[in-house]
């Protein structure tokens, strides 16, 4: 997951270079930012961007140790981000919308305010947090469980 991460780094700052140069940016309300401002930014976007994908992660654990089947896990999780997808298309109440895994990928748009919205980084963290840490403990009860050793 981090070298994906890094390689949409990577690629997403060389596009921009090709097709801007190193010349300042406005963000998403107009501010002017230098471009190493803008690139700082960009780090810190990926941070927030990995946290729910960190959640969808810890759903997949969760599904490869219930399971016991790779398979399964992978098809699962895309099954399962689809499912968070087409339940924020169809919630109609913005604060129910709000706590979905789903929505916490917008989270990244707090960095690029001017100031920065500490309400959407935040919200992204701790609604992630919540997504990862219940999967995550479910597979370790099942994982507890096995007899890993084989004694």
Do not use: C
Not at 15 to 37: C, E, F, I, K
Not at 85 to 113: C, N, P, R
Not at 114 to 127: E, K
């Amino acid at each position: 997951m981090l070298l994906v991460l890094f390689a949409l780094l990577v690629g997403g700052t060389i596009a921009g270079l090709a097709a801007w140069g190193w010349h300042p940016l406005r963000n998403l309300d107009g501010t002017v930012l230098s471009a190493p401002h803008a690139l700082a930014l960009t780090f810190a976007a990926l941070g927030v961007f990995s946290a729910p994908l960190i959640g969808v992660a810890a759903f997949a654990v969760m599904l490869s140790t219930v399971t016991r089947n790779s398979a399964a896990s992978i098809v699962g999780s895309l099954v399962y981000a689809l499912a968070q997808e087409a339940i924020g298309g169809l919630v109609h109440q913005t604060w129910a919308k709000q706590y979905l895994l789903s929505d916490q990928f917008d989270g990244w748009h707090g960095v690029f305010m001017s100031p920065t919205d500490w309400t959407l980084i935040g919200r992204a963290f701790w609604v992630s947090a919540l997504f990862t840490t219940i999967p995550l403990a479910i597979a370790f009860l099942y994982f507890r469980r096995r007899d890993v050793a084989g004694e």
